[in-house]
């Protein structure tokens, strides 16, 4: 796992200085601090790379890597775990390895496939490749956007890199206005989903996707794989159970190469447990890395401690608790708001870099049980509500509506709010905004609309089938982005790599053709079938609950962050050039703190929002985070 950047200049000029390239190279410094290196055609072109060392640690796996010609210089973040296959068949087309790793298979793969080499890699990535004869730079991200790549683009060039700050730094983003729409799809969804970005002219490369720049200025784009909204499922019940529990243990034991320690994040549910306990069955050893937010004697209802233990004391694993209460947990947030070189506000990335900062202690990789949920209708209520109701969409919507509004009038069996919905697609879209609209219209009046060309939400179809895998769909090319965005920013503020077994490649084909019906069971409630059968092969009675990393924070925000709330806003008129309410923001956090009404989700999006611009938002050097750091116990050390 590393970090890059490069640019390629469309005009002729002075090649860029090399102190705003070591400049911006050193902002990605946690991604890669084993190796660094730097390239540059001499003219238009350079490269830069932050490692850290996994595969070939020897100086032969040094990047930017070129080809023995010279012609294609790489940087590239990530693994490919297919890699000795491709390698095997690369020399058998008399391609000669001076390495051992991954890398100098994907730049062989690039030179001698071009752009078709992309859907052979399993893996996660972002890479740039510059071709010096075409003069051309090539952008690339993986399958599921499990790696993050973003790039501006203005008359003068591109640059790309693997963090939003420097983005922001580059001289071309100066004075760059916010992007209405990067703001708009920040604040309903609590992050800025690929191709958008929060400045004006930025974006994020989507998954599955990529780009070509030549330095004459002419941009080409491409999608070399997608997730599908639908494809007829024919793996239904023990068929698709047992094709599943192949898949997960075939990937899990791909993803177990390594040149150096590797573990294994633990919780009290199903996915990452099952992913223990595939790595536990090769018969080595494996350590595993709880985090608790148990307060005193008494453990919070977030707290899955517990149900970690004991899958832990059945699965024999080597396991490594420890508990945050809040006092020390809110220690950390000084470190939250560092790690988020973007505006996001899932909150969960505070037990997510607590637990990578404690199996940094031991391991430099981790595998984690991410993917579950969105492949295999793991948000059962989420789910659930959505396809008990979808038939009731067959009608028109002012029909609905007005149906709705007379049961409502007359007290006439139970009416459902979400009926009022102009369709499936509208209220999975209120299902996923962290501000409700009223609030958002009071507290931030001139806030913009959701972008006229995102489609996210578009659905207006009814059939239980096609809704039930257009509900996946929008999970995996959604939601999933965003916690991808956390664990991601997490891990690397910590130099840890971090895999995701359950979003490989042949695992998404697999999944792919079950029946939404061998997922998820609406009678009980309960999701994730097949991972569920599949555990239970290994762990006498998995958990029923859904369980993941969790904070309290509808707690925090009426205790220990109130007053960091308070401070930040005092006196603040607008945010982002966003005109602010104060009086109506005020309103929103009494409405919380009485607790007549959670809304956690919306107090923690603005909030996160304002920390993330005062430490982040072009400076030209960090600020002091003293204004934090004040309300803070613990810094990490």
Known sequence: MCGICGELQFQDGPARDEATVAHLSALMARRGPDDAGRWHDGHRAWLAFRRLAILDLSPAGHQPMLTPDGRYAL????EVYNFRQLRAELERAGVAFRSSGDTEVVLQALAHWGTAALDRLNGMFALALYDRHERSLLLARDHAGIKPLYYLLSDAGIFCASQYDQIMRHPWAADRPVSP????????????PAPYALLAQTHMLPAGAWLRATADGRIERGTYTEFPSYREPDLRGPEAYEAVEAAVADAVRRQMVSDVPLGAFLSGGIDSPLVAANMRAGGRPVRAYTIGTASGHLADATDESDDAVAYARQLGLDH???QFAPDRALGWLDAVVAACSEPLADHSIFPTLLVSHLARRDMTVMLSGDGGDELFWGYAERFGSVLRHAADFREPYWQRSARWGAKRAFNVGRAHPN?????IGDWYRQKHTRIPAAWLAAVFPDAP???ADFGLFRYDGWRADETAQWLRWNEFVGHLSMVLLKVDRASMANSLEVRVP?????VLAVAGRVDWRSCLDLTSGLGKLPLRHALARHVPAPTLAKRGFQIPMATWLRGPLRPLFIDTFAGRRELLGLPLDGAALARLLDEHVSGRTDLSRALWTILSLALWHDRHFRPGVAPDASAVAAHTAVRIE
């Open 75 to 78: 940087v590239f973040n990530g």
């Open 181 to 192: 729409d990067g703001l708009a799809l920040y604040l309903r969804l609590g992050y800025i």
């Open 320 to 322: 490594v608790l420890e």
């Open 449 to 451: 609309g959701w972008p």
């Open 419 to 423: 009926l009022r919905a102009r369709d």
């Open 502 to 506: 359950l979003l490989d490649r042949e």
